[in-house]
């Protein structure tokens, strides 16, 4: 990530909206050609029409399974899935910075048509609406994307080695989480800043600057119903957040999980299981994007070999990683249980 050659200070005593923050941060980098500003807006759109039908998902016909599709990964899509998916896609059509996307509800990647003769250079991953298993139950969800410079020439179609970068390139990440509020988080690599729609005026407007995870916390988030399926050192630890008197607490739903993580401390953890030997959650749109954002909000991200996620090494674009994600004091400490009683060589 380019340093910024000057940094235009925020305003602190009036609204600033989304754009106007995208706009301002864009200004800090002389060699900043608006794209990734686009690209960054699009989404924020696409944000606000999902955000309008998750609310009202209970009232219209769009709550429930969608006639028992299911997407790449076998879960069964959710009708606001392929909505949400249909309207990342229209939306990221609009600025013409995006050459293509990948999607937790596509098989393959998707290329995007240019707009007039403009060549983009940016390819969007994207789970359009996470846990959503939860909508019928009006839990929160939530949306996930990472957004990549693309390697192959601008002449000519993206590629799926275009998605297949490790988390370390990330040109910008982030969520939205549709909960008791609507919120927008996001990192392009100097801080993580989240952004609370008011309806009022259909605007993202800054409400969290420059956030920072505790070092530590008393909460720790894991499916405790597969613990005896848990490796011994999985078990270990989660033994001993319990005598440490932590709360658990898990929403089944990533997003929800590590927003309250980022804002009170705590960790996340997704080990292997026998139905996901590799974990469950996909590392390109899933791990890698939350694991920028809670880096740069100073926690960390590993998988369950001690490697950090951003490292992996992608194979494909489904594919899954077991992570540990959340407060750098907790997951250190998660580190040196799996170093003493890992059976397997890390
Ligand atoms: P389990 C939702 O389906 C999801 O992808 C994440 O949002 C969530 O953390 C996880 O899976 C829940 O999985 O196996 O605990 O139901």
């Not at 005026?201 to 800054?206: A, K, M, P, R």
């Not at 270990?236 to 927003?259: E, K």
């Not at 070999?305 to 959340?326: A, C, D, F, M």
Request: net charge negative; glycine share 8%; charged share 20%.
């Amino acid at each position: 990530m380019k340093k910024p050659t000057t940094t235009t200070p925020i305003p602190t005593n009036r609204i600033v909206t989304l754009d106007e923050f995208i706009i301002r941060s864009e200004k800090d980098f002389d060699y900043a050609t608006g794209e990734l500003t686009g690209l960054l807006r699009d989404i924020g759109v696409a944000a606000k029409i999902v955000n309008r039908e998750v609310n009202k998902a209970g009232l219209v016909n769009i709550t429930g399974a969608a006639d028992g599709a299911a997407n790449t990964s076998g879960d069964t899509q959710q009708k606001l899935d392929v909505y949400a998916n249909e309207k990342l896609i229209e939306c990221l059509q609009n600025s013409g910075e995006c050459c293509a996307i990948a999607s937790e509800e596509n098989d393959d990647i998707q290329l995007i048509p240019p707009v007039g003769s403009k060549k983009s250079h940016y390819v969007v991953m994207f789970d359009p609406l996470d846990g959503s298993s939860n909508i019928d139950v009006n839990v929160s969800v939530g949306t996930i994307f990472a957004i990549y410079r693309r390697h192959s020439s601008a002449d000519g179609p993206a590629t799926v080695d275009d998605f297949l970068q490790t988390g370390l390139k990330q040109v910008a990440a982030g969520y939205v989480l549709y909960g008791t509020s609507t919120i927008l988080v996001y990192t392009t690599g100097r801080g993580v800043n989240a952004f609370t729609l008011d309806p009022s005026i259909g605007e993202f407007c800054l409400s969290h600057r420059n956030m920072r995870i505790p070092n530590n916390g008393k909460f720790y988030s894991v499916n405790q119903g597969y613990y005896s399926k848990f490796d011994l050192e999985m078990r270990r630890y989660i033994d001993h957040c319990s005598d440490q008197n932590y709360g658990l607490r898990y929403i089944g739903s990533m997003v929800s999980d590590i927003h309250r993580i980022l804002i009170q401390g705590g960790i996340f953890l997704y080990p292997s299981t026998r139905k996901y030997p590799k974990g469950k959650l996909r590392l390109l749109y899933e791990c890698n994007p939350l694991a920028f954002i809670v880096e740069q909000a100073g926690g960390k991200a590993i998988n369950s070999q001690l490697r950090r996620i951003l490292e992996l090494e992608p194979k494909e674009l489904h594919q899954r990683s077991t992570i540990v994600i959340g407060s750098p004091d907790m997951v250190d400490e998660l580190q040196a249980f799996i170093e003493r009683y890992s059976a397997l060589p890390l």
